[in-house]
């Protein structure tokens, strides 16, 4: 036998997966390709690169070395592109602020992530001057604006972007350096606790973006992605690299599109003007998009659009397939990089009426290439068969999930429990593979080792005809571990006239014609004059369990 | 600033890129999925993962360890598809050898690579008889064979293929280990010299395959690469993993057709019974699929065919263009895993009429994503413009390129000179970024420090009525560094009536035109009575130089 390990001394053959290695080849092949901003500001590739260096010179030139943090509150802009690559290039950190956390949050992540440099739109202008004073590690501030005018403001600002942009170098020479250099950070925010940090190596965003690559050549319905597609954002950049997209985008050398912050208005115009061909947002965005007054007006045939942050609804997917817009689900989380799933069509499938496209292209879908995806009991561990009808959590390993949360050894371990990501969401998969979520682990109930749904459950109550809100919980029972109690408020006109028992029994006719688990028959059902809620408007299970559960 | 370097030490969220990952989801997502020999035998991608499986028992039974080489003399079949994956993922190396190389040049990379075990198809057995005394390192022998009846045979096999198969366990449990570990070696020969043997690890054929499928998915005129696909080779498995895309059509889950030894009746067969829809070969191949007398029956519109090995015609791909067939032209070596470049289409080029289609699908093409290839000048090793014009040498880096020759590290050395992999091919580059190869860099001739192509030189002088033959080598010269000096044979019929300066004016018009390099005014023709052939009937340039220049 010889030795087979090729060593892994950096030399001329090494070839390590960094940012910049996505950016080469589409700006020398593609220079004349347009960047847009709001339909405004355009630039092309070639201003791209140039941009990219001389903000490596801006940043440098502040004192920002490899492994400090650059921090980011902007809209979706072309100025966020530039810093997608100058800040992990020159081995620094980019860290995306979420803009829409309270300002106590902001600060808190802020201080965690240690930022040593803060970029800020004028817009959020109101947020930093109610926190600065707070701020201890940030030692100099950058202005972002699409004013003429500077804005009034008591921050000692180091200059404006493109100020400071016209006064650097254009030419830089991004170094090689280790692949799994941290390349980004940015925060998740759960229902309770502090914004948990989650980060990114080059390693992990360059295979990212060649495994979704990989995948979207087989995804689309009715043509590839090519050099005449248009890309515009609608989720932000700030959560999640705006899911990896800009930069697959960028690889590919297409036009593409910022669109600052969303409009409805703006976002259809940008569409028509600008002839977008290739987008992603979340089901609300879309269902914006459709019933706006100036829907009808734009041509959105053929627009291809990855849903996901939430699932889709049918009736909502058959309504995007109507307009000719190619629409279907992705599934991923901030801790998973983010893409995981497609709800991927064969051409069987694509042959089908809109209603039973919607039936798969609603699913959460297969698994990417190398998203090695297991939907597992919870209390073996081991995988459930793939009936559509065994629930267990989604565990997933793949080669771009964060290593765990920023400085937080305890949920880092928890989260990797037994070697694999928790994601926390419940599934059931069918023979063909693909996923469905009904749950997320916290709102499931045990009832004899096996997981019920309480979505679920609510969802058949809510079609009571006497049930104005339900919310299900999981009441501790000696026997059978945990027992769901349904909490249900009744419509006005229907009080005295329906009882606990009639609801129970209602439940109870689904689950003997086998359209839920046999379970739901040890439903108890409550009827209360009110369900507890969060201070946004959710339902608390928190202050609900606590009320009726001790 | 914190420590951003995330710890290379394994953990539960280290994913290493092992070939492994590749075979995982389409296994579990297209279980019935079917892979046919021959359109003989039948397996589906549930009997790949257990054959896989049985043969990792028989390796390892039969002493195979980590780092330990399998040899394999096979034509294209089910078989080689279950040894690129078994062996690789046991750690071991898998040496598929050139089965068209003479039995000492077979001799010569089986003790080179220190094979330790080797699998032979019964119809090598007559050049395995022939060399067998000599072998040193094989411990074991494995009969490969389609026939009912065990062969004749001095060799003392431990078995049967098929037999061993059957008698194993379908339990193996493949370990997770270093993605640097190697994972193949073959060989390639040149025209002069001992074959050199190059090698790839875990991790560059996982990064091929998603680069190579990254592309693919933009690349195709008229749709998506998808389930409904069947993918045949017509490249040969021993050759570059023919093309990798065996792995690639494996991570795709798509049907998979191997069609044994190339016979154009049976794979115009295969292509009409099967349904292949996917294919790869070098032009001569799909020149005799086109010829064939059967070629009318078969249908072959949206056949999507990979033409690479040799630049293809116009007229052969506008041939293949009205049969229907997506035809595009792929680069690459043996010592580049191979894909390097694809021949893609904007949508505007795809509105074009065959003919113009034709002029871009038969360029070398753009670069693949992660391929950063560069034609540059040969003296000064910078860029050349892109100006269609300006020919210089193709050096290139991607994250898939063989790391050097095997034991040789004169050679290797020479390869990655000035840490560029130094390609042999001369080529210029258009304003767009397509590649257009002219030359081997050993048939350019260096006047006045410029590249001066001689098979262009040929090409123009095979043009004149009264050429027979041709060939240009370069002369020494004082003044030019090197002078064209085209060696002419005359027709019969011409003799006497054309002269060389006749014929140095005929070229020199090409040049007033600014058809090629002013360089070619110093072209010196001298008419000859025969030109000078090696065994298998090429030019013998080397010849030539010893007998012209001397």
Not at 66 to 75: E, F, H, I, L, Q
Not at 358 to 375: H, K, Q, Y
Request: glycine residues 8%.
């Amino acid at each position: 036998m010889t030795d087979t390990l090729i060593p892994r001394t950096p030399s001329a053959y090494d070839y390590p997966l960094l940012i910049k290695s996505l950016l080469r080849n589409p700006v020398v092949d593609n220079p004349d390709q347009e960047i847009v901003y709001r339909g405004v500001i355009r630039h092309t590739y070639r201003d791209l690169r140039e941009r990219v260096r001389r903000l490596a010179n801006v940043l440098t030139g502040l004192g920002v070395k490899a492994g400090d943090t650059v921090a980011v509150m902007d809209w979706d802009s072309h100025r966020y592109l530039e810093l997608f690559f100058a800040v992990p290039m020159i081995g620094a950190v980019l860290h995306t602020i979420n803009v829409r956390l309270s300002p106590e949050q902001i600060l808190y992540t802020i201080d965690h992530a240690e930022d040593d440099l803060l970029l800020v739109n004028s817009e959020f202008l109101p947020i930093l001057e109610q926190i600065r004073g707070r701020i201890d590690t940030v030692r100099g501030y950058v202005l972002l604006t699409d004013e003429e005018k500077m804005p009034e403001s008591h921050i000692p600002f180091v200059g404006e972007y493109e100020a400071l942009l016209a006064a650097a170098s254009g030419e830089y020479d991004f170094p090689d350096f280790d692949e799994n250099t941290r390349a980004t950070t940015f925060y998740t925010t759960g229902t309770t606790g502090l914004p948990k940090g989650v980060y990114f190596s080059h390693r992990q965003l360059v295979l990212h973006t060649m495994g979704v690559m990989a995948s979207l050549g087989t995804v689309f319905a009715h043509g590839r992605l090519h050099q005449g597609d248009v890309y515009m954002p609608i989720t932000p950049m700030f959560h999640v690299h705006a899911w990896g997209v800009p930069y697959l985008a960028t690889m590919l050398g297409i036009k593409q599109v910022y669109p600052g912050r969303y409009s409805p208005d703006l976002l259809l115009d940008l569409i028509e003007k600008e002839r977008v061909t290739f987008t992603h947002c979340v089901p609300t965005i879309l269902h914006m998009l459709l019933k706006h007054p100036h829907a009808k007006r734009v041509d959105l045939a053929g627009l291809k659009m990855i849903i996901g942050g939430a699932a889709m609804s049918r009736a909502l997917c058959c309504e995007a397939l109507e307009r000719g817009i190619d629409v279907f689900t992705g599934y991923g989380m901030s801790e998973t990089c983010p893409i995981l799933t497609f709800s991927r069509l064969t051409p069987e499938m694509l042959a089908g009426s809109p209603a039973e496209q919607a039936e798969v292209r609603c699913l959460t879908g297969l698994s990417l290439p190398f998203v090695d995806l297991r939907v597992v009991d919870p209390e073996t561990g081991a995988e459930q068969p793939r009936d559509g009808r065994s629930a267990g959590e989604i565990v997933v390993r793949a080669p771009w999930l964060t290593q765990g949360y920023l400085k937080d050894h305890r949920t880092s371990e928890k989260l990797w429990e037994g070697g694999f990501l928790h994601t926390g969401d419940v599934a059931v998969r069918d023979e063909r593979g693909y996923v469905r979520i009904t749950d997320r682990t916290k709102d499931v109930i045990k009832v004899a080792g096996e997981w019920v749904s309480s979505l679920e459950l609510e969802d058949i109550l809510a079609h009571h005809p006497a049930v104005a809100e339900v919310a299900v919980i999981g009441q501790p029972d000696e026997k059978w571990g945990e027992r769901p109690l349904a909490l249900v408020v009744l419509k006005p006109e229907e009080a005295g006239r329906v009882g606990e028992k009639d609801l129970a029994h209602f439940v109870r006719e689904y689950a003997d014609k086998g359209m839920v688990s046999k379970q739901v028959v040890l439903l108890k059902v409550r009827l209360v004059d009110a369900i507890d809620k969060t201070s946004v408007g959710k339902i608390s299970k928190v202050t609900l369990r606590e009320k009726y559960l001790a």
